[in-house]
Structure formats: structure tokens, C-alpha cells
């Protein structure tokens, strides 16, 4: 029985993720050994010509700007794969081709995660949080913020792959409820710039439009009556600590973004060399990886994100699911996610499916 590339990719993504569940250590640990692992994975299975020039052509900008500005030469290194990790994600995602039981098995892998991060909200071990402080949901990845992001975009998955089907409302119904949960259990920020892209997979549905709409009456009542505690809960009060330490943060990124008219490179790291010297704490990070790619890769990294785009469109269409979807990705750059290795097969899942659903639309269009 023959895999194909996407068979092989998924199996090797879904087994990292099985052995970081089993590790006492969380996902950011291990960022750049994982980043380099599937650098070399991506070697072996894209074998495209433009795919290599293109990243050579990138890396080679962020190389020579970072040359003699990055704080080390290992980060250099870990930036050049990043670039190269990306484009072959999206180019896999639009272009390989993928097998039917290959599909099935993306998605009984994506409901066997997304199973058991539920189902670990009911474990007392699974909470953590410093004292006076309220215990969060760690995630069965032993981080909550990794954990909770890849729970989010797995999730998403799980609905691509399923919305044509018989039982799509089932499975809509399951996975809001399952989402709403994890969010609570979880306690993160990032999550509610996720939830408009179920609400809309809510309103799409004929049976349920009218349930949205008595749904975010419910909220809006919800929030007058209980505002302080979910603003406690999600930490949004204008007096939390965290709020107010990532905006001096972000003020501090931002000046230096200008200070090089957001268009010079200052190099790979240097962002968070910055922010480690501006705090004093080396465990800092620009908690924003957006503003870090502006900062380390000046005019390049618009110039990336536009050629992402291009291909992307090529292939899949740029609807206001689809940008939801994107809101979806971004927002988890609020955790350091986005520049790791964790969110991006997820997301190439995502292109394959949307990618055969535009395919069954455009010949039944045609028929």
C-alpha cells in the first residue's frame, strides 16, 4: 500500500506531537531541535525547483542583514529554515496531491487530540497557576497557550474536512460546545479572536441562523450581567499586569520598528534580544510574533506574507471564511506560535481542504 508525501508528512506530524505529550516538558522547549527535524522532512518531500529558489532567495536577504546583527549565528540558521518550512507548507498544501484514506486518517487523528484535550479539563493535574492566582488548563502538550492554539486550529481541521458531510451539524454543535469549554477551562486571550469563525460556520448552516442570533443575544445579556468575572477570567481588566507588560512590550518593538522606517532589517533574534535587555529577564519574548518578523525582517517579511497570499490564492479562495480562518492563524502569534513548526501542518491541512472543496464546487459549477 503506497503513502503518498501528505500520508508521510501527516504521520510524522501526528507522532511529534504523541511523543511531546508524553514528555514532562511543554512544546517551546524543543522549538528549534522540532524546526530543524521537519526542515529536513520538507527536504526529503519537496522537490520542487521554485520552492528551494524562492527560499533561497528570502534566506539569503534575512542572512546577509543578520549576519552580523543576530546574537548568534544558530538563529541565522533557525530563521532560514523557518522561511523554508512555510513556503513548503503552503506549496504542499496547494499543489500535493492526497488519498482518500489519507484523509480519514488526518481526521480521526485531529478528533483523537482535540478527544483527549477535552477530556483533560476534567483532570485536577492538568491545572496550574502561582498562588492567589487562578488555576489555568495546561493541555495535554504542558503549556497553555501551545496546547490551547493547537487545540484551536486542529479543531478547525476537524470541521474543513467534515462540512460537507451528512452529519455536519452534529459535528458543528460538538465541536463549538468542546471550543467554548476549552476556552473557559483555558483561560486565554488569544481564543476569542477564534470564536467568530465558529459563530459564521453557525450562521452558514439554514437550521441554525436564527439560534446565532438568539445565541449572541444570550451573550450580550451574559456579558452585561457578568462582565467582571469574565473580564477577570480572561485577564482584560486595564489594571492586569500581563495586559500592561505586553504593551510596553509591544511600545518598545514598535519604536525600533520605526527607528528603521519598517523597512531595514535589524536581523534574526534581535527582537527578543531587545526585549530581554529592556526587561532585565531572559525568559521575555516579544509575545508577539507579527511585530517580531517586522522588527527582525523590516520590508521583507510584507513582501513574504504578500507571495504567501499570491500562491494561496491561486489554489483556494480567499473568501471571508477563509479570512477568518487567517485571523484564526494570526491570533496565536500573540503566543510565539506562529514562528514554530506546530501550527503550520494544521493549517496546510486546512488548504488541502478547502482546496477539494473548491475543486467539488467548481465541477458541479461546471456540470
Request: charge should be positive.
Amino acid at each position: 500500500m503506497k503513502i503518498s508525501k501528505v500520508g508521510v508528512l501527516s504521520i510524522v506530524y501526528f507522532f511529534v506531537l504523541f511523543i511531546f505529550a508524553l514528555l514532562p516538558k511543554g512544546l517551546s522547549d524543543y522549538n528549534g531541535y522540532v524546526l530543524l527535524f521537519m526542515a529536513s522532512v520538507y527536504l526529503w518531500l519537496v522537490r520542487n525547483v521554485d520552492v528551494y529558489r524562492v527560499s533561497f532567495l528570502f534566506s539569503l536577504v534575512v542572512f546577509t542583514f543578520s549576519l552580523f546583527q543576530s546574537p548568534n549565528f544558530l538563529f541565522v540558521v533557525l530563521d532560514c529554515a523557518f522561511i523554508f518550512y512555510v513556503i513548503g507548507s503552503v506549496y504542499i498544501g496547494c499543489c500535493f496531491p492526497v488519498k482518500e484514506r489519507e484523509i480519514r486518517f488526518i481526521r480521526l487523528a485531529c478528533v483523537f487530540i482535540c478527544l483527549l484535550s477535552v477530556l483533560g479539563i476534567f483532570n485536577p493535574i492538568m491545572y496550574a497557576g502561582d498562588e492567589g492566582d487562578e488555576f489555568r488548563y495546561l493541555g495535554i502538550f504542558h503549556g497553555i497557550t501551545s496546547s490551547a492554539c493547537i487545540f484551536s486550529m486542529v479543531s478547525i481541521v476537524i470541521w474543513e474536512l467534515e462540512k460537507k458531510e451528512k452529519r455536519r451539524l452534529g459535528i458543528l454543535v460538538s465541536l463549538i460546545v468542546s471550543f467554548l469549554i476549552y476556552m473557559w477551562a483555558a483561560g486565554t486571550r488569544s481564543l476569542l479572536f477564534i470564536l467568530p469563525y465558529w459563530l459564521y460556520q453557525l450562521y452558514t448552516q439554514r437550521k441554525t441562523r436564527i439560534m446565532v442570533f438568539v445565541a449572541l443575544g444570550i451573550s450580550l445579556l451574559y456579558l452585561s450581567l457578568f462582565s467582571e468575572q469574565i473580564l477577570e477570567k480572561f485577564r482584560l481588566d486595564e489594571n492586569e499586569a500581563s495586559l500592561n507588560t505586553r504593551s510596553s512590550l509591544y511600545l518598545q518593538i514598535g519604536m525600533g520598528i520605526l527607528d528603521n522606517y519598517v523597512v531595514i532589517p535589524h536581523g534574526s533574534y534581535t527582537a527578543t534580544a531587545v526585549i530581554r535587555q529592556f526587561t532585565g529577564d531572559s525568559s521575555y519574548s516579544p509575545h508577539n510574533d507579527i511585530l517580531k518578523f517586522i522588527y527582525e525582517w523590516g520590508i521583507l517579511f510584507f513582501v513574504f506574507c504578500i507571495f504567501l497570499m499570491v500562491k494561496i490564492k491561486k489554489h483556494v479562495r480567499l473568501d471571508l471564511e477563509f479570512v477568518l480562518i487567517l485571523v484564526a492563524l494570526i491570533s496565536c502569534s500573540l503566543h510565539n506560535m506562529l514562528s514554530t513548526v506546530y501550527l503550520w501542518i494544521p493549517f496546510l491541512f486546512i488548504l488541502i481542504a478547502r482546496r477539494r472543496i473548491d475543486k467539488n464546487v467548481y465541477m458541479k459549477t461546471k456540470l
